[in-house]
Structures are given as C-alpha cells and as structure tokens.
C-alpha cells in the first residue's frame, strides 16, 4: 500500500533536473515552503541524500533498485516525464512507494517533434542548409518528395498519436494506425483506418511510433518486421529508442529498404550523454556496443537524429512542472494522483 505522508510533515525532496534559470526559479517558486534541494544534473549516487523522501528525475536518471535501496526514508517518486521506464517500478511497488507520472503535458510538442522530423526528412532540410551554410548555394541532389497523397502508418494512437493525426489533417496524406486498444469513433471523426500491425508495415511510406517501451513492444521495428516494411519507407521515432533495433535499422538503410530516420530517441541513449561510461570503470562490452550502434546512426547520411529533444519547449516544461508539483501536493494530502507503479 502506499504510504501516505502525514498532515503538516515537511518532507525533503531532492531533484536532479537540469533546467535553465528561467524555469529553475519557475519550479522554485511552485515548491515554496517545502525543503528542497536541486541538482542540474542526471541522479549519481554521490548526490543522493539519505533524507530524500521526495524524489524527482527526468527520464535521464535511472532510479534503480539501488537507488532505491540507498534512499530508506523515500516515500514517493515524481518524474517529470510521462514515459516511466527509467524507474523500476517493481522495486517501487514492492516498497510501496507510489511513482507518478505527468500522462498528458506533451501531445502536441511531442507531436510537433515527429512532424518536424517529416517535414525535414521529406525535403532533405538539414543537408540543404548545411550545404548552405557550408557556401554551396546549389539544389543539385537535395530533391525531396510530397507528403500529399502518401500514407503515413501511426503505431500507437493514445495522446501524442492522436495529436499527431490531428496536425496531419492540412496534408492530404493516407492515414493509417495501429493500436491494440483501437479509438474507433476517433478513427471515424478523422477519416483514418486501424489495421494490423503487418498490413501498416506493408503499406505505410512513412511509420511513425508513439507507443511505449514495453516488452511487447520492445525492437518493435526489428528483424523480423523490416522484412514486412515497405521498401523506401522512412522510420520516425520520438517515442523510445528500445523501440527499434539499431542493427536492423542500419541494415535497412544501407540495403535502401529503409529510406530514411528521424529519431528523437536511440536505445540506452544515457551511454551518449555520459561519457564516463564508455571511458569508465562501468564500461562492459554491452555499452560500447550501444554508443557504436547509436553512433553509427548519428553519423548515417539518411538519418535525423535529436537529443531527445521533443519534449523541450518552454509552454511543456512549464505543465510539466505544475502536474509534478500537483503530484507531490496530492500525495502530501493523502491521495496520490497519476501513480503508474502499481500497474
Ligand atoms: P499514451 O499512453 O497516451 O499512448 C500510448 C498508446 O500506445 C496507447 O494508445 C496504447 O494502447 C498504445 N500501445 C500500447 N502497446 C502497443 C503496441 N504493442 N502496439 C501499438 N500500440 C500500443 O502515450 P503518449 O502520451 O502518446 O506517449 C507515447 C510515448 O511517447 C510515451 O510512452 C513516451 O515513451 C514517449 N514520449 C517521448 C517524449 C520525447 O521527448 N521524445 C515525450 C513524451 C513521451
């Protein structure tokens, strides 16, 4: 059962947000009155304080079950994100420990995110202005392609999947999904069709994924589905990189049955932000495997790759920090709300 904390306690809360002043004074004034600490950097095990009740993360802390065991005064777990793979939640149940989640602050940035990466893909946008900026005025090989009239196969139509269709009703596109859990009256207001996973694979010039990392749907775009992809289809992936096996996807793009990628996301992408565990005492052969994986995809001429980068706009991080700070004052009263660990 979750612990409730008890009425006028002043629990501590220690945050490992990277954030820029503008919004680190945002997020101080929301937490007012409450004993706080923040650190502008992802969780390490020498910044944890063994009086953390109250724990916040992005989804670039991992809370293990380590961690978990380092903190014994913990009581509840914020992470400002919606995906919650980055904390064991099994862990989280076993202690009672409520973890919650902010389900809905991103449609439409994340949504924005995946067109931006379409749109660039379809006209070759970053070559064109590097060759630019690099002092070749010239069109010569930049050749694009229109949206209108090609299919785009949604996996997963829940909040960013549908925002997604909604943003595409202005290109004359076919429109495809896939989602266990169908929304067939939403499917009947926007004038698209639920198929099977294979027929979207088979039939779809552009895949765009927006579901989570689960072990169903972990290499989701993996060997065995490349083989179903439509030949010259471009893969775009703003949910998470555990999604789609880098190994496929380079192979699919050297052998042209995939065209192209826009990635938000690459699997285990902490190894790319933290060098130390490359270079490190914690480096195995798993993780130079990854960065070399990832790396190869950063450098691939056909691919778009972000930092993860598709939640980042100010209007975002601002709803993201009111629902965590609503998190934390629904828990303090005795009702924790958006709790996804005991699912
Ligand atoms: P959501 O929970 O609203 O929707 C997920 C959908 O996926 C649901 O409709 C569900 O039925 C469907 N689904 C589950 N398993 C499936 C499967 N095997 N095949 C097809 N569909 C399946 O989540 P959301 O808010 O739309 O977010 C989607 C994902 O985007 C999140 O899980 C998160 O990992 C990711 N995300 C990334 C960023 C970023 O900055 N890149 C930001 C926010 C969210």
Redesign the pocket.
Known sequence: MPRAAKKNQKPFALFFLSLTPDLTSYIKNQIKGLPHRIVPDVLTVDELDPKTEILGVFTDSKVTKDIFARLPRLKLVVTL???F?HIDLKEASRRGIPVCNV??Y??YT?AQ?ALALILALSKKLFESVKRVKEGEYDYHGMRGFDLKGKTIGV???????KQLIRLLAGFEMNIVA????PDKKFAAERGFSYVP?SKLLGSADIITL?????P??HH?IGKKNLKKIKPGAYIIN???GGLIDGATLLSGLQSGQIAGAGL??LEDEEVMRDPVLIFGDKCDECTVKTSLMNSLLIDHPKTIVTP?????TTEAIKRIIDTSIGNMRAFLAGNPTNNVSRR
């Not at 996996?155 to 999947?161: K, P, R, W």
């Not at 993860?308 to 980042?312: D, G, L, S």
Request: charged share 10%.
């Open positions: 994100s919606t995906g793979d389900p809905t991103g449609d994340v995110h996996v997963g139509t829940g909040h960013i999947g896939y989602d266990p859990f996973l927006h579901v989570p990392l689960l169903a749907t989701l703003t949910a998470r938000d996301v993860h980068n598709a939640f980042n």
